[in-house]
């Protein structure tokens, strides 16, 4: 399949069950099927996680940026496969390697997703994801997925 130019909140919303305040991913940017995804989340002071993370200084919990991307990687697996992902098969998280964070990610702030399949095998898929805020990486990291 050909690079996509977006996909709005209503197909994620079909495709992934995460609903407010859980969905993490507002548009996919461009896809290659099989291959990568562009994803978007903007940050808001109205996150219910700002109000405890931290209300003097609200920085957006990594666990939710790493959550995003994984989010972001269930779309792609979803987007490239035929039949089950499309008919209510569901991708769960299975693994984190490597994980680091760069920068602070606060309001105001719009986050990029870029993910890209490493392998697959099976119902397993290797997932390299990056966050990035403009031109700077927040976070990285390897996920690992499977389709239930």
Same mark, same amino acid.
């Given at each position: 399949?050909?690079?996509?130019?977006?996909?709005?909140?209503?197909?994620?919303?079909?495709?992934?069950?995460?609903?407010?305040?859980?969905?993490?991913?507002?548009?996919?940017?461009?896809?290659?099927?099989?291959?990568?995804?562009?994803?978007?989340?903007?940050?808001?002071?109205?996150?219910?996680?700002?109000?405890?993370?931290?209300? *003097?200084?609200?920085?957006?919990?990594?666990?939710?940026? &790493?959550?995003?991307? $994984?989010?972001? #990687?269930?779309? %792609? @697996? +979803?987007?490239?496969?035929?039949?089950?992902?499309?008919?209510?098969?569901?991708?769960?998280?299975?693994?984190?390697?490597?994980?680091?964070?760069?920068?602070?990610?606060?309001?105001?702030?719009?986050?990029?997703?870029?993910?890209? *399949?490493?392998?697959?095998?099976?119902?397993?898929?290797? &997932?390299?994801?990056? $966050?990035?805020? #403009?031109?700077? %990486? @927040? +976070?990285?990291?390897?996920?690992?997925?499977?389709?239930?």
């Amino acid at each position: 399949m050909p690079e996509v130019s977006s996909v709005e909140i209503q197909e994620i919303m079909r495709l992934l069950p995460h609903r407010y305040p859980f969905l993490l991913v507002d548009r996919v940017l461009d896809y290659t099927s099989g291959e990568q995804l562009h994803g978007l989340k903007n940050v808001t002071i109205n996150e219910p996680f700002f109000q405890g993370h931290f209300p *003097i200084e609200p920085v957006m919990p990594g666990v939710l940026i &790493i959550e995003g991307l $994984a989010q972001a #990687g269930g779309l %792609l @697996a +979803a987007l490239s496969l035929d039949g089950e992902a499309k008919e209510g098969g569901l991708f769960y998280f299975t693994g984190i390697d490597k994980a680091k964070f760069r920068r602070k990610v606060v309001p105001g702030d719009q986050l990029i997703y870029d993910v890209s *399949i490493n392998k697959r095998k099976g119902s397993f898929i290797k &997932i390299s994801a990056k $966050a990035f805020v #403009g031109d700077e %990486l @927040a +976070a990285q990291a390897e996920l690992t997925a499977a389709l239930a």
